[in-house]
């Protein structure tokens, strides 16, 4: 009685372990199928943005998207990198913060940089006058997979990247409206160009022209002026010239239009659309020769 009792025991054991052994090795074998058939992951730059400007320097952000198209998690160990202005190599570098992409999902990685404009020049020739910078950065990205072992991906973006150069203040003329026997009145013209790439505002602006010798005008514009992008703009200033008070040698002058020296200084605040280029005080001096034109 007591052996047919045990015998029973051992049937039902091996009745209920043998289906779970055969779940067991059917899960690692599924398992083994799946790491098999491991797909690469695929690594993009999705963005690439200016997070700061300054006349001195740029401070750009890449997002790289890690896809992992598999059932099973990997792990993203990292990238090199290689920032390339005009196809020439200006930096080059890595970052080894490991990430882990979960099972059928997509993580991003930032990469900052920051490119100071003094050393792109120095690197990278016949730059100096260019409104905007060429640039490729190529990454090498570094991907843990099972059963395959680490394996480099690689990713590339292309764009530009604005250098930002100072406004210039000029004397557009000096035009002759009316020229009498005691005085005259004249209209003295000032130009505003912009040689960025990008749209500017100019307000406060205050000037100081001074001509042969004698301050002829001094004020400033209340409006704000917009420039677009490498665009200019004009500022008619009129006045009226005492010639009891400034001398006869000015009629004279004037009558004959014979050329008068200038200096024309100032100053005036810059705002733009880009960080760090908001609010800046910009003074600005001019020197020259101008013959004044009637009309």
């Known amino acids: 009685m007591f052996e047919c009792i045990k015998m029973k025991k051992l049937v039902f054991g091996f009745v209920v372990l043998v289906p779970l052994m ?10 083994a199928m799946q790491l098999a058939s491991i797909d ?29 198209p598999n059932p099973v998690p990997i792990q993203f160990a990292g990238f090199d990198y290689n920032f390339l202005v005009n196809d ?4 080059a570098g890595e970052q080894r913060d490991g990430v882990n992409v979960a099972a059928n999902q997509t993580s991003q990685v930032k990469l900052p940089l920051t490119l100071k404009f003094a050393d792109i020049f120095e690197s990278v020739k016949n730059l100096s006058d260019s409104k905007t910078l060429d640039y490729t ?33 000029s004397l557009d003329g000096i035009n ?25 505002d100019i307000r406060d602006l205050g000037y100081d022209l001074i001509v042969n010798g004698q301050r002829w005008l001094q004020g400033q514009e209340e409006k704000t002026i917009s420039l677009t992008e490498s665009g200019t703009s004009q500022v008619k200033v009129p006045l009226h010239l005492n010639f009891l008070d400034m001398g006869r040698t000015l009629a004279d002058l004037l009558m004959q239009q014979k050329p008068l020296d200038y200096q024309l200084v100032g100053n005036m605040k810059m705002d733009t659309s880009l960080p760090m280029l908001k609010d800046i005080a910009l003074p600005f001096r001019q020197v020259g020769s101008t013959s004044p034109q009637r009309e």
């Open 22 to 31: 055969l779940l067991s090795a059917c899960s690692s074998l599924d398992q």
């Open 88 to 91: 020439q190599q200006l930096l």
């Open 176 to 200: 002759i409206k009316s020229l009498g026997f005691t005085g005259a009145d004249v209209e003295i013209g000032l130009n505003l160009d912009n040689p960025n790439a990008f749209g500017i």
């Open 137 to 169: 950065i190529k990454t090498d990205a570094l991907v843990d997979l099972p059963i395959l072992g680490m394996t480099r991906i690689p990713a590339e973006k292309t764009g530009q990247v604005p250098v930002p150069k100072l406004p210039k203040v």
């Open 40 to 68: 690469k992951p695929t690594v993009s730059m999705s963005d690439a943005r200016i997070t700061g400007i300054s006349f001195d320097q740029a401070k750009l952000e890449f997002t790289l998207d890690v896809n992992n």
